[in-house]
């Protein structure tokens, strides 16, 4: 699984609805405490609610907040209602798998693949938004994760010098 944007604000919502469970936190608070524009943020939020992570209170004395205890909101959760997979492959996804003709002998599936999704599992599922909660409580962001996150540009970036260097080896052999 990797990280996208999106999850770190989740999770920057998550950790600040979390921090403070005992009353309903405005669109415009979260916005001013993550940093989040609010058309974003929105956007999070409506995926949150509509997951079960996080209830709605519409009026003048609404706002969101966590649907259950900060301890018992795991970011496994909040991945999940981000509708976003979990897996590394989609051939080892539990909520949308791809037929692999391979898959009954892929070794790097059943030994690789199936594992890493497993532990990606339970890392999520061990991990709540009381954790979350305390980075907030201790001033920490997510503002440096977001420029650690993995962009296509970099990623593409990586294969050309292979490539080059692959090209290179066939001229000289």
Known sequence: MRLLSLDVYAFQAVGYLGAHPERWITAAELCAQTGLRRAFMVRVLASLVRGNVVLSKKGCSGGYRLARAPQ??????????????????SCVSLSAPSQCA??????????????????THQVLARSTAADLARDVQGGVTYDTCLKHL????????????????????????
């Open 150 to 173: 993995w962009h296509p540009q970099f990623e593409s970036a990586l294969h050309r010098p292979f490539e080059g260097d692959q090209a290179q080896v066939l001229a000289s052999g």
């Open 102 to 119: 391979a898959a009954q002998c892929c070794q790097a599936r059943q030994g690789v693949y199936e594992q890493l999704r497993a532990a």
């Open 72 to 89: 018992v909101v795991t970011l496994y959760d909040v991945v999940r209602s981000l509708e976003r997979p979990v897996a590394p492959l």
